[in-house]
């Protein structure tokens, strides 16, 4: 009898988790049981990189020791920085991906997949992640990378290495509550990557890259650079209902929308949809979110029936645009929210670890006749 086939692992429960919790039908997302509107309005990225690390909220002082230990630790080593500078025409996501790789090379616990060693890894990496992405990013402009800054936070650091200023309280807290909405969620491809590679008991600086590797995808995380160029595109709000009619009637999909868990509105969107509306009244572009919001309410409403809502991508594009970041950054913005995530699901692996490896229906021809090389025509 031939097997039942779950084409993409479609529903298909892997493990159990104390990691994220969603209900797609409710849209409703929890990290580590706390419910992601609570984390995105009143919590900092920093916190909850180690309520993820730890499974409980910090108090004062961890929470000061923890912010002490990450901006300690973001520094690269000049090895790694040489590195960039050979790869610096590649994508910002090609050269995350090969800095988070060279940077095992010089970690002490690379090989160490205790949960301790996994957690200071994990600490090394979302430190070191966002000092890659802007030394790479000043290199392939022939500038200097700008040295990390530890009076600054996390989300403050990272605009500062890339622009070589501080950014506004306001664009600090943005690009905060942006990495806090990243920063983990379930068995999603990417960490479903990061887990397979942790199944063979491999180390995390394999898992992360290959975690930085699968997320690159237009249908994963490079959906907000195609939100934006579509919205460039599209120009005016009265374009938008043709553009889109266009793409869909072709059997294109429209980028931001849609998510294989979530049937209703992805708990995430709100967040940047709130925001995206507010950064573009105070620069004077309030034209791309009303071409968004066309797309949204007009254009995509036929779909909310087959559950096709926004994603957390379909404004996270507009807001990275009017902080004036590149478009080929904005997956390595999503990634570096993510590398927590990616090291949590290691450390759900490593601490009760069977092999993934599923199987395939062989569906080609059997037996055939090896033919030696000199008698085929
Ligand atoms: N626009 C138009 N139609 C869509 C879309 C969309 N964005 N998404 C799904 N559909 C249609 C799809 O064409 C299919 O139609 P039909 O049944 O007629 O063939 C149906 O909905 C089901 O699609 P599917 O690919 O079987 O569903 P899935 O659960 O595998 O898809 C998805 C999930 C994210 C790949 C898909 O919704 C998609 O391609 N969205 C656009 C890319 C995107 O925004 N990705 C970011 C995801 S959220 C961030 C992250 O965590 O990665």
């Known amino acids: 009898m031939a097997p039942e086939i779950f084409k993409g692992l479609k529903d298909v429960y892997l493990d159990t988790t104390k990691s994220s919790f969603i209900d797609g039908q409710e849209g409703k997302l929890l990290y580590r049981g706390y419910n992601i509107h609570d984390l995105a309005e009143k919590s900092t990225f920093e916190e909850v990189v180690y309520l993820l690390f730890y499974g409980s909220l910090p108090t004062q002082q961890q929470l000061q020791d923890f912010d002490d230990t990450l901006r300690a630790n973001r520094r690269i080593p000049d090895e790694v920085i040489q590195v960039l500078d050979l790869v610096k025409a590649s994508h910002p996501m090609d ?95 990417s960490a479903f990557g990061a887990r397979v590679v942790a199944s063979t008991l491999s180390d995390l600086h394999s898992a992360v890259t290959t975690g930085i590797g699968v997320l690159k995808g237009p249908w994963h995380g490079g959906a907000a650079e195609e939100v934006m160029k579509m919205a460039l595109e599209i120009g ?65 409403v036929p779909y909310r029936s087959r559950g096709i809502f926004v994603n957390v991508d379909f404004f996270a594009g507009s807001i990275y645009y009017l902080l004036n970041i590149p478009d080929d950054l904005f997956i390595s913005i999503f990634a570096l929210g993510r590398i927590p995530g990616w090291t949590l699901q290691c450390m759900e692996q490593y601490d009760d670890n069977m092999l993934i490896r599923p199987l395939l229906e062989y569906a080609g021809e059997m037996d055939l006749e090896f033919v030696p090389i000199e008698q085929r025509t």
């Not at 990013?137 to 200023?165: C, I, S, T, W």
């Not at 009265?238 to 553009?243: H, T």
């Open 236 to 300: 005016q709000p009265e374009n938008a209902a043709e553009y889109c009619r266009n793409i869909l009637d072709s059997g294109g999909r429209i980028m931001g929308f849609g998510h294989r868990v979530y049937k209703a509105e992805d708990p995430r969107a709100r967040h940047l949809r709130d925001r995206s509306r507010a950064l573009g009244d105070k620069v004077g572009q309030p034209h791309w979110f009303k071409i968004l919001t066309y797309v949204e309410e007009e254009v995509m």
């Open 95 to 189: 050269a995350l991906r090969t800095g988070i790789s060279a940077l095992a090379a010089f970690d002490p616990d690379v090989n160490d997949n205790s949960e301790e060693a996994t957690i200071r890894k994990g600490i090394r990496l979302t430190a070191m992640g966002p000092t890659i992405v802007g030394a790479h990013h000043r290199l392939r402009q022939g500038l200097e990378p700008v040295a990390p800054d530890p009076n600054l936070n996390h989300a403050g650091n990272f605009l500062y290495m890339l622009f070589n200023e501080a950014p506004d309280e306001e664009t600090n807290k943005l690009l905060d509550v942006d990495f806090i909405l990243h920063a983990e969620h379930g068995a999603n491809a």
